[in-house]
C-alpha cells in the first residue's frame, strides 16, 4: 500500500457529466414512473417531478458552489463537519456510506430478479454473486475505470430515454401508428371512482408522487463525490452541474408527459405496475405497442443496465465516503490506504463486504431484517441533500463573515440565501411525508417506527457523537475555509 495514501485524479469532464446524468435515469424512470400516472394523473405527475427537478436545481447550484470550493473526497461528511459541527459530519458521512452500502444489497437482489427473466431455472444466488464480483472488480482497477464504464451504463440509460421520447412523439402525433392519438388522456374520467385527469388525487396524490420522484433523483449528488478524483475540478465541476438539471428535467419533464399523454392513468398495467414486472414498465408497453420487436427483452436488458450502473455506483461511493471517514479519524486508519493506482482498496472490500452480508438478510427467514435494512437506507438520500443544503448555508455565512469576497468564487451558487432555504424546506417535507398516513393517524407505532428507521438513526448517531465527543457548533468566523484537498 502506497504511503502516500491519496486518491487519483482521473476522472475527465465528460466522466462527470455522465455519472450525475445516469445517477438519477434508473428504475425510478423506466418502471415505477407508470404508477406514478395511475396514483396522480399525469397532471399530478408531471407537477411533482417538475417540483422535484427544482428542487435538486437548487441542491446542485449549493453543491456546485462546495464541491467547486472544496473538491474533496467524502465531500458531504467534509462540510458538515467544516460548517455545522463535527458531530453533523460524522453523521452525515455514516449515513450517506450506510446508504449507499444497502444500496449495492437492494441491487444484489434486483440483479437477480431481472435475469431470472432470461434464465429463470438458474438460482438467483449464482446471478447475486456475479454482480457483486463485476462492481468489485471494475472498482478494484481504477478510477478511470470506473469512470469509464459509468460513462458508457449511462450512455445506455440516455440513448433509451431519448429513442422513447421520439417514438413517443411519433405516436402522438400520428407519425408512428398511423392516428394521431391526441391529448385526450389528459381530460379522461374513470367512471368507476369519479376521479378525473389530469390531477388524480388531489394534494395527497401528488405527495405520494413527490416521495416517489424524490427517489428517482437521487444520485445526482454523486458528481461531488467524484470531485475528489475529478482532473481540473475548477471546470469539470462547474460543466457538469450547469449541464445535469437541464437534461435531467428534460429526460424526466419528457417522458412523464408521453406517458400520461398515450397511457390513461386508468391502465391496469400503470395499476399493477412494480419495479420487478419488466412487462409492465410503461417503456415496455409503449415499444411494445409500437411494433418493435423484443420490447420486453430490450427493456430489460436497459434496466438491468441502470441496476448494474447503480451498484457500481454505491459502491464507488460509500467506498470513498469510508475513505474520508478514516482520513479524518472518524472510522479505523486503515480504511485510509490506497493502493498505487490510487483506489482504497480496504474500504472497498469492507463496503462489499457489508452489502454482500445485508444481501444475505434477504434470503434469511421471512426477510424481515432486509426489509428494515432497506426502510433505514430509504431516507437517507434525503437526510443528505438536507445537509448538502444547510451546509451550503453555513458556508456562505462563514465566507462573507471571514471578509472574502463572494465574487472570487470559482463556482456562485445563484438565488442565495432562498436557493438552500427552499431546498431544506423541501427535503424536511420528503422526509417528514415518507408514510404521511401513519403520521397523520398516530396509532400506528411499528408503521411509524419502520417508515422512520433512517431518521431516528441519523438522529442517535448525531446526537451519541455530539454527547460523547462534546462538540459545539461551528462559529462562521473560526469555520475551515481553507482549500486543501486529498
Known sequence: MSNQNKLKRAMHSRHLNMIAIGGAIGTGLFVASGNTIATAGPGGALLAYALIGFMVYLLMQSLGELATYMPVAGSFHEYGSRFISSSFGFAIGWNYWFNWAITVAAELVAAAIIMKFWF?????WIWSGSFLAGILLINYFSVRTFGESEFWFALIKVLAVIAFIM?????IFGIMNGHVSGFNNWFLEDTTTGQSAPFVGGALGILAVFMVAGFSFQGTELVAVAAGEAKDPNKSIPKAINAIFWRILLFYIFAIFIIGTLLPFTDPNLLKNSETDIAQSPFTILFDRAGIAFAASVMNAVIFTAIFSAGNSGL???????YALAKSSKAPKIFAKTDSRGVPVYALIATATIGAACFLTSLLGDGAAYFWLINA???AGFITWAGIAWSHYKFRKAYIAQGKDVNDLPFKAK???LGPIL???MCIIVIIGQNYEALIQGRDFVALLTSYIGLWLFLLIWAGHKLITKSKAIDPLQADLKRYDY
Open 167 to 171: 417514438l413517443g412523439l411519433a405516436m
Open 316 to 322: 464507488y461511493s460509500s467506498t470513498r465516503m469510508l
Open 423 to 425: 431546498a431544506l424546506i
Open 415 to 417: 438565488w442565495y440565501p
Open 120 to 124: 429463470p431455472d438458474v438460482p438467483a
Open 377 to 379: 437506507s430509504a431516507l
